[in-house]
């Protein structure tokens, strides 16, 4: 598992990849139809590693807070380069703690290298298994590697109210919902780039989805401190934004799956 993940995790940067996800951009879109009455924040974590699963679950908790986890069933248990994911009982517990469970497709596939079938196939796999653990119907969807062609772009926006990408942006009343904006506060510079976008957000009462991986001490380059999780969290209650998870948020703006 982790060597599939490894060899997949890069995506195609060539010509062809650059123009398919311009093209992919620009088909099949469902625009946002009302505009946020205040700023609004979720905060997401891709991979659900245990990391994610436990010390960023308890820091929402914290403060009344709840996150949307994207999970790839396949990985559940697996060491991939975040680290170990969490495993059944650890979404269980999510789920019954009030968290979101998304899906990630089943095995973290490359939607951009997929055809639209295949999308399908995955994700109709993934959702058995986390109806199971989630105990309710999944609505949010996010991409794995933020990358997608236009044919399961187009497949799976029947199935999803969002479906998230991974390209720096945040969601207003045209915003397209098919693949959502998000801004990631992984790395050095995570920290800084997520208060950049608050302050966007705040200013053009947008949705702004935040996203990372890992949470922990010593982070991955795609996870962030438990310590910058929070401090990002703080300032966005203080600055007014309503939290809530993406599934939240988007019923809040009349979207539904």
Known sequence: ???????????NAGLDGKIRRRVARLLHRRPLARAPERPMLSMSFDDAPL?????????LEARGLRGTFYVSAGLAGAEIPMGRCAEPADYRRLAEAGHEIGCHTFSHLDCGRASGAEAEAEVARNADLLAQWAQKPVESFAYPYGDVAPGPKAALARRYATLRGLHHGMIEKGSDLNQAPAVGI??????????YWLAKARAKTAWLILYTHDVRPDPSPWG??????AGILDDALAEGF?????GE???TLGVTA
């Open 224 to 229: 962030c401190t438990p310590q910058a999780l």
């Open 242 to 246: 309503q939290v809530m998870t993406v």
């Open 186 to 195: 992984e790395g050095e510079k995570g920290e800084s780039t997520a208060r």
């Open 51 to 59: 990391t994610a699963a436990v010390t960023g679950a308890q820091i």
């Open 1 to 11: 598992m982790t060597a599939a993940y490894d060899e997949a995790y890069r995506a």
């Open 249 to 251: 948020a988007a019923r």
